[in-house]
């Protein structure tokens, strides 16, 4: 479904990604894992048009997708939740997920869709009033997901939706994550620091380190890696 072949990205002089491969099949749940710094954002940002590699190729869906804008990239169907959830903090919880949808260029937000995210995200509902930025972090993570789903994407990237969340918000959310990739069968790309929730959630991975993929494999396969139990579980 989606592919990256040898992608390189610099900002400015500076390449911080060195010919990364790795790809996404239909229904697949994925992950990239790696310290801080190693690429990651770098990867899901020139997967949505941000950024341009300097080399390599990306496609989706047989299509060349680098070197597109960004909202030529979500109207194919690639929605992105970006670290650090960047919702609308002077917008409502409605009106943040009526922007999800009005991305997909249509008739604002539909009361199918709406259903939807409310099924995954039953505490949103209760805080359709509230404004976004007086939400506690795992609520306005909850909503950056759900306005991500309100575009009704074929493909869904999350950068470390964990991040700086209270523990038992962080489960309700990679479980509601969970929910929707078996129920839904839609194909995702997760970015996390957070490795032993990512495998769980995952059914294979990619190790990023310094721009590069040093591994890949099942899940299975990565917990038991060597490298990953040293550097990443402390085992
Ligand atoms: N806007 C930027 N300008 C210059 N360097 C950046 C920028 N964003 C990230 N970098 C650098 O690129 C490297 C990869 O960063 P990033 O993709 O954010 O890593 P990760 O998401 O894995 O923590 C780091 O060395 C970081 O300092
Ligand atoms: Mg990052």
New binding site residues.
Partial sequence: MLTLDGISVA??A?E?LHGVSLRVEAGELVCLL??????????VRAISGLLRPTAGRISFLGERLDGRPAHAVLERGIAQCP?GRRIFPEMNVLENLEMGAYVRGGQGARPEDLERVFHHFPRLKERLGQLGGTLSGGEQQMLAIARALMSRPRFLML?EPSLGIMPRLVDSILEALAQIHRAEGLAMFL?EQNVPAALDLATRGYV?QT?RVVLEGSSRELLDSELVRKAYLGI
């Fill in positions: 900002y400015g500076v911080v790696g310290a801080n710094g190693a690429g990651k954002s770098t990867t670290e950068d970015v990023l721009g």
